[in-house]
């Protein structure tokens, strides 16, 4: 019987298989797998972080009471976490972006230094540096509501780069006017006592690489000792809390497949040998779906895939039209968090013989199982012409501001679940 080794690889992260099973002259020879490489999941040893602080007079009634405050500590809580990761530089904005010298930060607990009167968080997205984590503390209102062209920078400098953003929302005594409300730009005095019904949210918008990002979110969910209500949400390619690959997967079934370990690779790659070209043939693993601090709800019933299969064809991969491939996931009975993955293909089908293949496919959720948190709606108000209907205890037009973040990070990178990626070679 003809046998065929094919090599199963997956993995959130994708290196060159120049790179795996050195020990394997074959293996070295395979040209560069094709395509771009996905955001590093290895934290680097030093982050630097750059806090900018929204100075405009609408962030002024966030300092004035002391009952059920956490932003008077925000200053010191921002420095002291950043600060055990690398430099951290502090900057306040309104129009213009202004760095703050020494420990100038701390001045924002105090209501004298929100002064300015238009706020830009776009120009701070044009400013931020993605070798760095930045941070943005703000009430979400952009001059003008126009939230859709920051909405596009996001998208194509973080998104479409493999990088993350999250936000924070905590909801703060407030005591002080409330802007640009309605058609008509209504100011309001609005005041919340120290009613928790009534506290109004100020948000941290956090951008950066994926795993400083949700090691951010992490860190300062842990730090946080007041009571305030705190939402999470986390926008990011990469869905689950670790990469899902067979160094978590438990392999349950194999059909024309037969496990191999000739390449001596390590415990993220899983080999396989085929028995019979033409014959159908698949194989079934257990995953566990692990979703990272303010991940959005999915409906593991609504996946989508997209299979990208190649050959060899001297030192390039040509890409072939033509495939069976299919994968289905199903939840396992015995575990509410625990899928069955079953990766089914007819090699003959899918694949050309005699030559080395090599086949990606990305497991995503489709746009309808990709929902925001239920406390996005819970915290937003839309109002009327008149704005006679406005509550300052939520932030205007939230769903719609973060709804705009969700389909941006969906349309320029989809998030992914699983990568599931073979190399057949003859």
Not at 214 to 220: C, G, N, S
Not at 371 to 386: C, F, G
Not at 401 to 418: C, E, I, N, Q, T
């Amino acid at each position: 019987m003809k046998k065929f080794l094919l090599t199963i690889i997956l993995s959130l992260v994708l290196c060159p298989l120049s790179l795996i099973g050195c020990g394997s002259q074959a293996i070295q020879q395979i040209p560069p797998l094709p395509g771009t490489l996905p955001n590093a999941l290895t934290a680097p040893e030093r982050l630097d972080t750059d806090v900018y602080f929204d100075a405009t007079v609408s962030m002024r009634g966030f300092t004035t009471l002391a009952a059920g405050n956490v932003y008077l500590t925000l200053p010191d809580l921002l420095g002291d976490l950043c600060g055990a990761a690398g430099d951290v530089k502090f900057f306040s904005f309104g129009e213009k972006i202004h760095a703050l010298d020494g420990r100038n930060h701390r001045r924002f607990a105090a209501p004298d230094v929100y002064t300015e009167p238009i706020t830009a968080v776009a120009n701070v997205v044009d400013a931020a540096d993605t070798s760095h984590l930045s941070i943005i503390v703000t009430d979400l209102f952009e001059s003008d509501s126009d939230w859709s062209n920051v909405t596009q920078k996001l998208r194509d400098k973080f998104f479409a780069n493999h990088l993350a953003v999250a936000v924070i929302g905590i909801r703060n005594s407030f005591y002080g006017e409330i802007f640009d409300v309605g058609l008509n730009a209504a100011k309001f005095q609005y005041n919340s006592l120290d009613n928790p019904d009534r506290y109004r949210p100020f948000y941290l918008l956090i951008m950066g690489r994926d795993d400083a990002v949700k090691t951010f979110l992490r860190k300062f969910n842990e730090r946080q000792t007041l009571p305030n209500d705190t939402g999470y949400l986390l926008l990011s390619e990469n869905l689950t809390e670790t990469a899902s690959d067979f160094s978590a997967f438990t392999l349950q079934e194999q059909e024309n497949f037969y496990s191999d370990d000739t390449l001596g690779l390590d415990a993220h790659v899983k080999e396989f040998g085929l028995d019979k070209f033409s014959a159908p043939a698949s194989f079934m693993f257990d995953w566990t779906y692990t979703p990272p601090l303010g991940a959005c709800p999915l409906d593991l019933s609504e996946i989508d895939t997209a299979v990208e299969i190649f050959t060899v064809d001297g030192e390039q991969w040509t890409p072939r039209p033509e495939h069976d491939l299919r994968v289905s996931l199903m939840r396992d009975k015995r575990q509410s968090d625990m899928c069955l993955v079953k990766v089914a293909l007819t090699p003959e089908k899918s694949l050309t013989e005699g030559k080395l293949n090599f086949v990606r496919v990305k497991v995503m959720p489709t746009e309808r199982g990709y929902r925001l948190p239920a406390w996005v709606e819970l915290w937003s108000v839309n109002v009327d012409a008149t704005a006679k209907n406005f509550d300052g205890s939520k932030t205007l037009n939230l769903t719609r501001v973060l709804g705009s973040l969700k389909d941006s990070v969906f349309a320029a990178s989809r998030p992914a679940l699983m990568n599931i990626n073979f190399v057949v070679t003859p």
